[in-house]
């Protein structure tokens, strides 16, 4: 019963700024992967940024220096903060965790429903 819910995106000009959260409910025994990914139209699916086992996130080099992830693990939230859009950031943002929903072993990704991001003039 995870649902994962993504928050903050909208229609920004380039070198602007926006902050994306996620929200992370129902039954939660254990998160393993926080992470941020993106879908332009045409385009697979990448990974922007990530945090595994609750270091230091970890970001694709297209966003390096411009996005910065952090996460609240006692709220089970996450989010990500784009400074100096581009254009080429336009895409469909992603949240991501993988845990578990139960006391057992297993793990599994969830998924948000995504949220617009658009960086234009």
């Known amino acids: 019963q995870v649902q994962l819910v993504e928050s903050g995106g909208g229609l920004v000009q380039p070198g602007g700024s926006l902050r994306l959260s996620c929200a992370a409910s129902?039954?939660?025994?254990?998160?393993?992967?926080m992470a941020w990914y993106r879908q332009a139209p045409g385009k697979q699916r990448e990974l922007v940024a990530e945090?595994?086992?609750?270091?230091?996130?970890n970001y694709a080099d297209s966003v390096k220096g411009r996005f910065t992830m952090s996460s609240d693990y006692a709220k089970n939230t996450w989010y990500l903060q784009m400074n100096s859009l581009k254009p080429e950031d336009t895409a469909v943002y992603y949240c991501?965790?993988?845990?578990?929903?139960?006391?057992?072993?297993?793990?599994?990704?969830?998924w948000g429903q995504g949220t617009q991001v658009t960086v234009s003039s």
């Open positions: 991501k965790m993988v845990g578990a929903d139960s006391p057992s072993n297993y793990e599994y990704d969830f």
């Open positions: 129902g039954t939660i025994f254990s998160v393993n992967v």
């Open positions: 945090i595994v086992d609750g270091v230091n996130a």
